[in-house]
C-alpha cells in the first residue's frame, strides 16, 4: 500500500510539476524521478505503453543516460513512424544537442504540431497502451472502395 501511494504521489507530483516548471526539460526531469522511484514499474509502463516486449526497454534503459531518454526513444519512434533503433542511433549521435535537434533529424519539422509538442514537453507516460503505437492494427471498419457516396448511410 505505502509503495502504491508513493508511485500515486510521485505520478501526481510529475503532472504538476511538467504543468509548472513547463517544457520538455522539466517533464524528462520529472519522469526520471519517477524512474529511480521504481525503476521496475517504469520499465513495465514504458514496455504497456509503446507496446513493446520488457527486454527491448531493458535493452534500450542500459543504452541511454537518463531513464526518460528511453521514454524519447519511444515517443519518437512513435511521432515519427520509425523503429526504436532508428531513433536510439540518432540519440548515439547526437548526445547533447538536445531532442529537438534529433527530432528534426529525424524529420519532424521545426512549427509543426509535433515540434511544438515537443518543445512543450506535451506527453505522458499512462502505461496504458497507445492507439498510435499500434497503426498496423485497424479498429472499426476499413476504408473500402466502394461506391457507396451519396447513398445516405
Not at 9 to 23: D, K, L, P
Not at 37 to 43: K, Q, R, S, V
Not at 130 to 150: I, M, T, V
Amino acid at each position: 500500500m505505502q509503495r502504491f501511494l508513493a508511485v500515486l504521489f510521485a505520478m501526481i507530483f510529475i503532472c504538476s510539476a511538467a504543468v509548472a516548471a513547463g517544457g520538455l526539460d522539466g517533464f524528462l526531469g520529472n519522469l526520471n524521478v519517477e524512474a529511480r522511484a521504481d525503476p521496475t514499474g517504469f520499465a513495465g509502463r514504458l514496455s504497456t505503453q509503446f507496446g513493446v516486449p520488457g527486454a527491448q526497454v531493458s535493452v534500450v534503459l542500459g543504452s541511454v543516460r537518463e531513464p526518460a531518454d528511453a521514454f524519447m526513444v519511444y515517443q519518437l519512434g512513435q511521432m515519427t513512424h520509425k523503429p526504436y533503433e532508428t531513433v536510439l542511433q540518432s540519440y548515439q549521435a547526437n548526445q547533447g544537442k538536445g531532442w529537438g535537434v534529433i527530432a528534426k533529424r529525424l524529420g519532424i519539422k521545426p512549427g509543426s504540431t509535433e515540434f511544438h509538442a515537443l518543445k512543450r514537453g506535451d506527453f505522458a507516460l499512462t502505461g496504458k497502451p497507445s492507439h498510435a503505437s499500434h497503426d498496423d492494427h485497424h479498429h472499426g471498419r476499413e476504408k473500402a472502395k466502394g461506391k457507396g457516396k451519396g447513398k445516405g448511410y
